[in-house]
């Protein structure tokens, strides 16, 4: 009887393939890449500018990528299940937001020096 629990337990393990389902339209990981990047510059361009209507710059970033906000949703918490793909589009968006603004990298570097307890993959 002890063997059947253990030999069921293995059996319910191994049959569940994935923590969330794949969205039928997911969004490729260079539109995550694209799209989280420009939610971080628009992020950046709040803390400065405190007259910046964050719900209508979300709006647009999602509208300029003609995608609807629910299947950000899905996209996002499906990679985040993901951790080496979503460390990878975290990795693409920061290469596109130093491509838009070089003088980023030093600002990056320094902040890292600032703050060394930062683990290497949120770098």
């Known amino acids: 009887m002890k063997y059947f629990f253990y030999i069921s337990l293995i059996f319910c393990v191994l049959s569940c393939k994935e923590a969330i389902e794949k969205p039928k339209d997911l969004l490729s990981k260079d539109q995550m890449a694209q799209i989280i990047a420009d939610f971080a510059i628009n992020e950046q361009q709040y803390v400065i ?67 060394p307890g930062i683990p290497p993959q949120a770098r």
């Open 49 to 115: 500018g405190q007259n910046i209507n964050s719900e209508n710059a979300t709006r647009f970033i999602l509208k300029k990528y003609n995608i609807k906000g629910e299947r950000f949703t899905q996209s996002y918490e499906y990679y985040m299940t993901k951790p080496d793909v979503i460390i990878d589009i975290y990795d693409d968006a920061q290469e596109i937001i130093l491509a838009k603004d070089p003088n980023a990298k030093a600002f990056i570097n320094k902040k890292l020096k600032e703050n």
